[in-house]
């Protein structure tokens, strides 16, 4: 057997079969340490689907980013408003736009997917001004976004958000919150699905 490049001649004096062992944990070692400069490839957040613990993860990442873009970027709050979290279509948007950002910036990207971020980004900014008017959120006031009814569309237990504006003075204070409830509501819901699954069987 011919000695490989970069093994100690040392190791050619092994018996085989050990000589195989020791290939199979380097090999084992290089593959998990790949992995490990390589990361995971950032996915599409489904915020429906998370479990709790996932849901306060992902919340907490998504408003360091945002924090991030805004000052990185000088977005005024016609863009990003500070009460951006209370807004599920501004949710969702900047989510897919941070999601996005990462796949763009991984250390396996292309040389280009920087401009490609940024072509999305613009496109991405002119349909977040779109989100912020129609909610309503400003920088100094918010409400929940307005829902029109449809006469016969709606369900039987369904009611309108009320849409009376609040003053925003703590935005920090507002974002744990808001991150408390959901977490707290989607145990509930997982709870009562769970409960749902014995019930049946």
């Not at 349909?127 to 309503?136: A, Q, Y």
């Amino acid at each position: 057997m011919r000695p490989a490049a970069g093994l100690p001649p040392r190791i050619w004096s092994l018996p085989p079969g050990v000589l195989q062992q020791v290939k199979r944990m380097v090999q084992a070692e290089y593959a998990k340490d790949l992995r490990t400069q390589l990361g995971t490839v950032p996915r599409t957040i489904n915020w429906d689907a998370l479990t709790p613990e996932d849901l306060e993860q992902e919340l907490l990442a998504l408003n360091e980013w945002v924090d991030w873009l805004r000052h990185t970027y000088g977005l005024p709050p016609q863009i990003i408003p500070p009460m951006w979290h209370r807004h599920p279509e501004l949710l969702w948007e900047l989510s897919a736009l941070r999601q996005h950002w990462l796949i763009c910036y991984d250390q396996q990207a292309k040389g280009n997917m920087g401009v490609v971020w940024h072509n999305d980004f613009a496109a991405a900014r002119e349909r977040l001004r779109d989100w912020v008017s129609i909610s309503g959120s400003r920088l100094d006031r918010d409400r929940p976004t307005r829902i029109t009814a449809w006469p016969g569309g709606e369900a039987d237990d369904w009611t309108p958000p009320d849409t009376s504006e609040q003053p925003v003075t703590e935005r920090s204070a507002d974002f744990v919150a808001f991150v408390l409830d959901a977490v707290r509501a989607r145990g509930e819901e997982q709870d009562a699905a769970m409960r749902e699954i014995i019930d049946s069987e």
